[in-house]
T-cell receptor
């Protein structure tokens, strides 16, 4: 599976949109982009995934560039409860989810 | 709908002992994956079971083993415990094995301390 690169940490003001970038320049055509987050001391939580079209659900939006080499997870109105480590993962077929170090998002009041 | 249940939540063992951790997946889910999380190495994949068969295996020594029962419940075992095995062990279930659309639902984990 393709390697992903994320910033180590980011801050966001409460109530503002949090935009978390992910680079996956070596992604192959059959690899999906998955986003998970892990709030301190809890198991990771699925957020969203996509192949090439932009996706939106009740938690977030996923914007994938046309060349699929990068993507952005958008939390439209960040709250303090969104403080967590966010993982971007490229994965295909039956391969396991491989977590990197992720981005530590701190939402500040 | 009940989530993924892991037992025990906390346990303390001494070096050389062995430990068995249990995971009950969400009802109807047939795939169970296990992960180890440590501050130094982060989340590392151990293995995945689907319909009682191991489908994928991570890069861990043979001391780490697992199995899945016909009701999809899974156990993992670590023999001859080492200090470095101290970690949070997370179980996750999904409705299909490695499907591109499948999302993993994680339990709260079993925190193992080896003294």
């Amino acid at each position: 599976d393709a390697k992903t690169t994320q910033p180590t940490s980011m801050d966001c003001a409460e109530g503002r949109a949090a935009n978390l970038p992910c680079n996956h320049s070596t992604i192959s055509g059959n690899e999906y982009v998955y986003w998970y987050r892990q709030i301190h001391s809890q198991g990771p939580q699925y957020i969203i995934h996509g192949l090439k079209n932009n996706e939106t659900n009740e938690m977030a939006s996923l914007i994938i560039t046309e060349d699929r080499k990068s993507s952005t997870l958008i939390l439209p109105h960040a709250t303090l409860r969104d403080t967590a480590v966010y993982y971007c993962i490229a994965r295909s077929g039956n391969t396991p989810l491989v977590f990197g170090k992720g981005t530590r998002l701190s939402v500040i009041a | 709908k009940a989530g993924v249940t892991q037992t025990p939540r906390y346990l303390i063992k001494t070096r050389g002992q062995q430990v068995t951790l249990s995971c009950s997946p969400i009802s109807g889910h047939r795939s169970v994956s296990w992960y180890q999380q440590t501050p130094g190495q982060g989340l590392q994949f151990l293995f995945e079971y689907f319909s009682e068969t191991q489908r994928n295996k991570g890069n861990f020594p043979g001391r780490f083993s697992g199995r899945q029962f016909s009701n999809s419940r899974s156990e993992m075992n670590v023999s001859t415990l080492e200090l470095g095995d101290s970690a949070l062990y997370l179980c996750a279930s999904s409705s299909e094995a490695g499907t591109r659309g499948g999302e993993l639902f994680f339990g709260e984990g079993s925190r193992l301390t080896v003294l």
